[in-house]
């Protein structure tokens, strides 16, 4: 029988259960007790302090002096850093600091021994060190004039004087004249005159100079020297050390019972010191030291409550520590529970889907489960990933879950969140966004085509800019869009429902799709800009070409289906004055083999290159093209 029997430990942890499940499928009454029963444990801690001490330097430009100050004493200043150290690990004076703290409460000692302690601070020290670029001068040589002071004059390049304005540095000018002929005529003549501007000798001086040829220099003010840009012109650095003393702690655990102590043990080892010390009542037991350690061991009696209990109609069996008990071993009743709920949520999950609908019908009928509500508000509030979906599920039930069935329900329950508290709107991100991915598309496709031949380098960089700036506006139009879509969506849902939008999340998807797009035209772009595929522009000539042959075709068999033979000679007669001349396609390939390019018929990059290339002139049209060559060879047979 265990001493602490008379407490009724069992009571609080049945009560807590029972509140746990109550409206969660299951009345308070719906669990029964079977039996308890409580079981005495001890627990030992052994806490090892390990003092050390630990320096953190500053290097400051120019900088204030501590109290304790060495100069320019480096040696100094490394023992009086190296002592500090040494008295931080293995003075007694120090570490009585610490453990005089530690004896007084032995559970805030058992809470403090979950992380380093710094118990105390040594005065800071400094010392000085002088600049090495400047010499503790603070200043150094200028790298624009050289330390000089003075640089070439750029107006004259150092000549002193410039070439004259008036005479273009001639010296002189010639000057009309008027003179008159015996009969009245007058005619021009003209005198060589010295330039009056430059007296005659060509230039002026400087007047960006003054006719030195040098000028003050702009970045030391004409003294030579700058300030140091290393030490910032204090010609020295001061290093301020500080040194602490710290204790790191090494915990050793053991549990003494005769039931479960093995369950307690790894339970306790993944939890905090912090929540050790809240759950068992420990004493200081023993304790003994060195010179740079110290041992503390603790002693703490608690009990292990058991309790096994009907819900539903299944048995389960319950274990905590402390008193209040606190469960260490957790049975997962909320599969039972909820097994109707998970059976429903994969049900409507069996192709992937749920539609809006199905969501709000789940919300509707489940949130008014405190379970399942909490875990839908917690859902609502986590990033979405599975790890957290299912964590959201186990801390709203405590741990009663497992976390096979966790998943399975957070996962279900994310996606009905996404039906009726969207994170984005797809049809705004993926709907309107398609257009962007055609631009895109067309644009790499139609740039590249007409001039990857020619600008090799620029044109890809150009492509990129454009699915960068189309990127960009994108994001500008689809985004608020989708969040006032997304915001009237969820308007029927209470606040604590709500997710936060993640637009960003949408954009990385259609920023990947819309550079697929873009490697789509751009291959087709540099195919079709060597030639080995008609580009954009003649295709669309193609399909124009295609439909005023068409028209024609009709035109002349309406023609011949005149039923009298004289509108059948008129009709001859007409057409004969109309002969159509040579079409765009014949002309291309009279061009083609003019330069000696493959025969296709299509005016692509290659072929617009050769051709101006042969006639060393710009030309873009077929027709230019054509007739230029018609010329040419005109001019050679003549």
């Known amino acids: ?51 050390y001490g630990k320096r953190e330097e500053s290097k400051i430009a120019g900088g204030a002096k501590e109290q304790i100050h060495f100069g320019d004493d480096a040696r100094g200043y490394e023992n009086h850093a190296r002592e500090c150290l040494l008295q931080a690990r293995d003075s007694a004076d120090l570490h009585e600091i610490l453990l005089a703290e530690l004896r007084q409460d032995a559970k805030e000692a058992v809470a403090k021994s979950g992380g380093t302690v710094r118990y105390y601070d040594f005065k800071p020290f400094s010392m000085s060190e002088r600049c090495d670029e400047c010499g503790g001068d603070g200043q150094t040589r200028c790298g624009e004039c050289g330390g000089r002071g003075k640089k070439t004059c750029s107006s004259c390049g150092g000549r002193g004087r410039q070439s004259c304005s008036t005479c273009g540095g001639s010296g002189g000018v010639n000057r009309p004249h008027t003179q008159y002929n015996s009969d009245g005529s007058t005619y021009v003549t003209y005198r060589y005159e010295s330039c009056s501007s430059c007296g005659g000798s060509g230039s002026n001086t400087c007047y960006g100079c003054s006719g030195s040829g040098t000028v003050r220099c702009g970045g030391c003010g004409g003294s030579g020297y700058v300030q140091c840009a290393q030490c910032s012109g204090h010609g020295y650095f001061t ?61 703490g009696s608690s009990a292990i409550t058991r309790l096994n209990f009907i819900l539903l109609g299944k048995e389960y069996e319950a274990v905590g520590f402390s008193n209040p008990p606190y469960a260490f071993i957790r049975p997962p009743f909320f599969d039972d529970l909820f097994a109707d709920e998970i059976m429903m949520l994969e049900k409507i999950d069996a192709d992937g889907k749920i539609t809006r609908r199905e969501a709000f019908k789940f919300f509707t009928r489940y949130c008014s489960q405190p379970a399942l509500d909490s875990a839908l508000k917690r859902i609502a509030k986590t990033g979405g990933t599975q790890n957290e979906v299912a964590n959201a599920v186990i801390e709203a039930c405590e741990g009663y879950v497992s976390r096979g069935a966790a998943s399975k329900l957070g996962e279900t329950m994310k996606k009905c969140l996404n039906k009726i508290s969207p994170v984005y709107s797809p049809a705004v991100w993926f709907g309107l966004g398609s257009l962007f991915w055609l631009l895109a598309l067309v644009f790499t496709a139609g740039f590249l085509g007409e001039n990857l031949a020619d600008r090799y380098i620029m044109a890809p960089i150009y492509t990129l800019i454009f699915l960068a700036v189309c990127a960009g506006m994108a994001w500008c139009v689809l985004a608020p869009l989708s969040a006032l879509v997304t915001l009237f969506r969820r308007s029927c849902v209470p606040k604590e429902y709500r997710q936060s939008m993640r637009n960003k999340e949408a954009f990385s998807l259609f920023f990947k799709i819309l550079a697929g797009f873009g490697a789509v035209g751009a291959i087709y772009g540099a195919v079709s800009g060597f030639g080995y595929a008609p580009t954009l522009t003649a295709l669309d000539e193609r399909f124009e070409a295609s439909r005023g042959l068409e028209a024609k075709f009709r035109e002349m068999m309406a023609k011949f289906d005149g039923s009298n033979e004289t509108a059948r000679e008129t009709n001859s007669i007409d057409a004969a004055k109309t002969a159509p001349q040579m079409t765009r396609k014949e002309k291309i390939l009279y061009v083609q083999k003019a330069i000696g390019v493959k025969a296709d018929g299509i ?15 710009n030309l873009t049209s077929a027709d230019e093209i054509y007739e230029a060559i018609k010329a040419k060879e005109a001019s050679r047979g003549k």
């Open 1 to 51: 029988m265990s001493e602490f029997d008379e407490l009724n430990l069992h009571e609080p942890f049945l009560k807590g259960l029972r509140n746990l499940v109550s409206g969660n499928q299951a009345k308070p009454e719906d669990l029964v007790e079977i039996s308890h029963e409580i079981f005495d444990f001890e627990a030992m801690a052994t806490v090892t302090w390990e003092f």
């Open 239 to 299: 290093t301020v050390a500080n040194i602490g003393a710290y204790a790191k702690p090494s915990v050793n655990l053991r549990i003494k019972s005769r039931a479960y102590a093995d369950e307690l043990l790894d339970f306790l080892c993944a939890r905090s010191c912090k929540f050790l010390s809240q759950t068992i009542p420990f004493y200081q037991d023993e304790e003994s030291g060195d010179e740079n350690s110290h041992l503390f061991s603790y002693v």
């Open 603 to 617: 005016i692509g990059a290659r072929t617009l290159k050769k051709a101006r290339e042969f006639l060393d002139a």
